[in-house]
Nanobody, 123 residues
Framework: QVQLVESGGGLVQPGSSLRLSCAAS????????MGWFRQAPGKEREFVAAISWSGARTYHRDFQKGRFTISRDNAKNTVYLQMDSLKPDDTAVYYC????????????????WGQGTQVTVSS
């Protein structure tokens, strides 16, 4: 079955960086657009970033202000989220998702979800 496994989260100080990874298996990775979402306690899950199947096109939410960068390595079946200058408001569980297109990742439906990795930004 399809599995998306996130890693790289943790507890960090404001202003620090993290690189999240999502390793995919059980699917033809190059056929899927990949994305990252996050969900803070008491809030709805929200879109963070997405990347097309070829990696040629990327989309990032404006609230990131250039701090986050999504990338993928199709040879490794892995998508990454580089997060710099982290803020307390970035605290959330970050989820990896796979969908047929970037548009569908942003709007839904998404075909596959990972279990999430916790990112906590606290002074």
């Amino acid at each position: 079955q399809v599995q998306l496994v996130e890693s790289g989260g943790g507890l960090v100080q404001p202003g620090s960086s993290l690189r999240l990874s999502c390793a995919a298996s059980g699917l033809t990775f190059i056929n899927y657009a990949m994305g990252w979402f996050r969900q803070a306690p008491g809030k709805e899950r929200e879109f963070v970033a997405a990347i097309s199947w070829s990696g040629a096109r990327t989309y990032h939410r404006d609230f990131q202000k250039g701090r986050f960068t999504i990338s993928r390595d199709n040879a490794k079946n892995t998508v990454y989220l580089q997060m710099d200058s982290l803020k307390p408001d970035d605290t959330a569980v970050y989820y990896c998702a796979a969908g047929r297109t970037v548009m569908l990742l942003i709007t839904g439906p998404r075909e596959h979800w990972g279990q999430g990795t916790q990112v906590t930004v606290s002074s």
